[in-house]
Every structure is written in structure tokens, then in C-alpha cells.
């Protein structure tokens, strides 16, 4: 029966994150595919379809992963092993998605979500560092002309997650997901950094040639 109970979580928790909001509501509102402009979420949102639309995706994507985690958190507690299980099942549905061909977003919102629910306080601090982090990259030339910081400001908070895990809690589970989440992140997220970077820099290079 334990082990049903964690199938059939894991696998609902998959199929909620393959909810692709950014796609829906930008498919219901645009008519168009958001993942043509950038990776299906509320920084491609902003850019494309301005802030009231963002906040909207950043709320849905939080909460797809809020719901799971605390259902599984009541159902499992004090054993954490489920509830890792189901938290990382949201991002992998959010990040390859089964309703839109395994092409969807970066997991960050979605790893807020998650740290809310099972890690607030080194959520408190990590969420304010890359935050930080992606302010100054935006001042740098070369990450202004990418339009985005949210992935280096993602990648610079999920590193410093598993050290304040250690800190702040005791359950070995919570560690290996700060890892996973850092993991994540990177192959699906902070991976794309240098797609982006190259044509800028070979750009600057032309036009420093001139």
C-alpha cells in the first residue's frame, strides 16, 4: 500500500507539472507558442507579453508544485524519501512535459514552490541571492543583450542551496534535493546560458572589427 501511495504520487505530481502554463495561457491569449521565443515561463512571458501575464504564470507554476508537495509532506512525514520523490516528479513533468512533446521550461518557479514548502529558511536566503546575482549580470553588457538573467541568477542561488540545507536542516533527503534541484536546473535551464552568449559575443566581435 506505501508503495501505491508513492507511485500514484509520483506520477500525478509528473503529470500536474506537465501543466506547460506559459504555453496555455500564452497558446489562449496570443495564439501563439511561447517556447518559439524562449523556455516556456514567466521570463519569456515578460518579455513577450508584458508583467500582469509573467505574475500569472509565475503564480500557477509555484503553486502546480506547492499542491503535490504538501500533499505528499501530510501523507509521508516524518519519512521525507516520498516526498522528494514527488516534489522532483513536478519539475521533471514541468521541464519535459508529457502534453507538449518533453519541450518545456527552466523548473525555477517551480523550485520556489518546492523550497517554500519544505525549506523556508534557506529559501529566505537564497531566493534574495539570485535575485541579487541576476541584478548585477544584468548590468553586464554581454548578459543585458541576452535579456535575460534569470538563469544565471537561478544557477547562483540553487549552488549555494545545498550549503544552507546543511545548516538549517538534519534530514539527509532534503540535501539530495537541493541537489536535484541544482541538477535539474542545470541541464535544462543554465545549459542554454551558452546558446544564447555565443551569437552575442560573435556579434560584438564583428562590431568591434569595424
Known amino acids: 500500500m506505501f508503495t501505491t501511495k508513492v507511485i500514484l504520487m509520483v506520477v500525478g505530481s509528473y503529470l500536474l507539472g ?3 502554463w506559459a504555453y496555455i495561457i500564452a497558446k489562449i491569449v496570443r495564439g501563439i507558442d511561447i517556447r518559439d521565443y524562449g523556455n516556456p515561463g514567466g521570463g519569456t512571458i515578460y518579455r513577450t507579453m508584458g508583467g500582469k501575464w509573467a505574475t ?6 509555484v503553486g502546480k508544485a506547492v499542491i503535490p508537495t504538501l500533499i505528499a509532506a501530510k501523507i509521508f ?3 521525507y524519501w516520498p516526498v522528494v520523490f514527488v516534489a522532483v516528479a513536478v ?3 514541468h521541464n519535459w512535459p508529457v502534453f507538449f512533446k518533453f519541450r518545456g521550461g527552466g523548473g525555477l518557479a517551480c523550485s520556489v514552490g518546492i523550497l517554500a514548502c519544505l525549506m523556508p529558511k ?6 534574495p541571492f539570485g535575485i541579487l546575482a541576476g541584478f548585477i549580470m544584468w548590468k553586464l553588457p554581454i548578459f543585458k543583450k541576452a535579456k535575460s538573467t534569470a538563469p544565471g541568477g537561478g544557477a547562483a542561488a540553487l549552488l549555494l542551496l545545498p550549503f544552507m540545507v546543511k545548516i538549517f536542516y538534519r534530514p539527509q533527503a532534503l540535501f539530495v534535493l537541493s541537489l536535484f534541484l541544482l541538477f535539474l536546473a ?3 535551464q543554465v545549459l542554454n546560458v551558452p546558446k544564447r552568449l555565443i551569437p552575442i559575443i560573435k556579434e560584438s566581435l564583428k562590431e568591434s572589427k569595424k
Open 91 to 93: 519539475i521533471v513533468g
Open 122 to 127: 534557506a529559501l529566505a536566503i537564497v531566493l
Open 77 to 79: 512525514l516524518p519519512n
Open 18 to 20: 506537465s501543466l506547460l
Open 56 to 61: 500569472l504564470v509565475g503564480i500557477l507554476d
Open 186 to 188: 542545470a541541464v535544462r
